[in-house]
């Protein structure tokens, strides 16, 4: 089968089909690029993807622990390989196929081009053969016309008996001439029909035959590299299917690696706080007024009335007070009339509630000492750094940043150690090889060395004199608690602002019954002592709000007065001129402390 022998007379159908192999082939190399495109985007947009979902830390210990979390970061990982894989399919594809096809297309074009001028030369040339034979045919048949018209003009004047000799010559010469030229132009015409014989068999056996084979030949080639496009084509995915795979995998590992009790666990690590849970609150008997009058006479049970203050009435008012961070009444408030209360024995052996000033005494004096729950704004984006002793924090997690920050500090220290055991082995070749360094050139990184391990040993004395203090203080706290359980004098669980002494009269605190005598200088709202004295004044550098119940709020410049410290929990006792106290951020004011500055504030 060949197109030179079946196709002879089919130039321009030819013509037409290598045309549309050619558009065929361009067609495809577009379907390719569009397909690169294709992954090009989907490989970007997975990248893109990954880089949203992917955690911004700024340092480690922002860095999450969790199973779940570091399972779907892994995630994250094999899907940004996977994307590259996808790329590498996109490249392969450009490289092997989009670009393969766009050279073989240009050398097809070329090719084909050069084949059918060829072909056109070769009839244009049997064209022109066919005009010459056709040209040396008409002219003979022309001679031979003039030739017969000669003779049939000699003839009748030969037969002419009119006619003189002398056109009877001519006639004949004209003759003569006429058959000559039309015996010349008989042997030209055959001589043009031989050659244009040949020629044409020439054209139609050796010549179509060999242009038409080569552009059959060209279109098988675009035939196969068409097939060899489609096998690139898939076998450049094919290529990264294993890789592709693996990446599967290791994101079904990372699904299969989440393990919730460890999640669990790193909860109660991260936030334990170290406090003991609040113990039991006391029983508050209220029945006992109802025995005050059943054994006495009409005049006990009057002179009892008479000096007796309603028991609503002063619960009521101890309320407000009995709240570690109330607020005390203004200065220009007039004091109410402090009252005593008695004990007393019924004839059933129960006693009279009695309020001793003693038990609130120490109850205030005892949440004071010790270390409120206030959390720390310290932690807050407007204040400061966090504490370097890592104060702010819980207990618990205060000791295990502090157990952190050791071990890390401990192997810096064991690097700086090889370090300086190196340099002085080093130094000891140096003096035993002078040709080898100068021992002197090593003293400076020497004696930075010895620096820094001084300064790490420093830094580690530091961090364990504070984990001692707070490991002596979790467990000297969770004594004087259970001390305070057990006395019932303080309420635990309700020291801080956010969560604390409720208006519940069952949750107040309130001492044991015990036999005092009068207290005269108890009054309704427990004011025995006077305010605190003024230790210095501060500046507000921000403002605040004090939503929380014990806090005071303050605008930004104003001057307040400090009476109390600030005792490592980040929160500082402060008052305005007109009496009102409360807690404020320590790292929202500008403090200083002065020597008898009560009255006398300095506007800074």
Known sequence: MSWGTELWDQFDSLDKHTQWGIDFLERYAKFVKERIEIEQNYAKQLRNLVKKYCPKRSSKDEEPRFTSCIAFFNILNELNDYAGQREVVAEEMAHRVYGELMRYAHDLKTERKMHLQEGRKAQQYLDMCWKQMDNSKKKFERECREAEKAQQSYERLDNDTNATKADVEKAKQQLNLRTHMADENKNEYAAQLQNFNGEQHKHFYVVIPQIYKQLQEMDERRTIKLSECYRGFADSERKVIPIISKCLEGMIL???????????????????????????????????????????????????????????????????????????????????????????????????????????????????????????????????????????????????????????????????????????????????????????????????????????????????????????????????????????????????????????????????????????????????????????????????????????????????????????????????????????PTSYIDVTLEKNSKGAVTYI
């Open 254 to 584: 990372a699904a299969k690696s989440v393990d919730e009790r460890r999640d669990s666990q790193m909860v109660v690590d991260s936030f334990k706080s170290g406090f003991e849970p609040p113990g039991d609150f006391p029983f508050e008997d209220f029945s006992q007024h109802i025995y005050r009058t059943v054994s006495d006479g009409t005049i006990s049970a009057s002179k009892q009335e008479s000096g007796k203050v309603d028991a609503k009435t002063t619960v009521g008012k101890a309320k407000g007070k009995l709240w570690l961070f109330g607020k005390k009444p203004k200065p220009q408030s007039p004091p109410l009339t402090p009252t005593s209360l008695f004990t007393s024995s019924t004839p059933n052996g129960s006693q009279f509630l009695t309020f001793s000033i003693e038990p609130v005494h120490y109850c205030m004096n005892e949440i004071k000492t010790g270390k409120p729950r206030i959390p720390s704004f310290r932690s807050l984006k407007r204040g400061g750094p966090a504490l370097e002793d890592f104060s702010h924090l819980p207990p618990e997690q205060r000791r295990k940043k502090l157990q952190q920050r050791i071990d890390e500090l401990n192997r810096e220290l064991q690097k700086e150690s090889d370090q300086k055991e190196a340099l002085n082995k080093m130094k000891d070749v140096y003096e035993k090889n002078p040709q080898m360094g100068d021992p002197g050139s090593l003293q400076p990184k020497l004696a930075e060395t010895m620096n820094n391990i001084d300064r790490l040993r420093m830094e580690i004395h530091k961090n364990e004199a504070w984990l001692s203090e707070v490991e002596g203080k979790t467990g000297g706290r969770g004594d004087r608690r259970h001390s305070s359980d057990i006395n019932h004098l303080v309420t635990q669980g309700r020291e801080s602002p956010e969560g604390s002494y409720t208006d519940d009269a069952n949750q107040e605190v309130r001492g044991p019954p015990q036999q005092h005598g009068h207290h005269n200088e108890f009054d309704d709202e427990f004011e025995d002592d006077d305010p605190l004295p003024a230790i210095g004044h501060c500046k507000a550098i921000y403002p605040f709000d004090g939503h929380n119940e014990g806090t005071l709020a303050m605008k930004e410049g104003e001057v307040l007065y400090i009476i109390e410290e600030d005792k490592g929990d980040g929160w500082t006792r402060a008052r305005r001129q007109n009496g009102e106290e409360g807690y404020v």
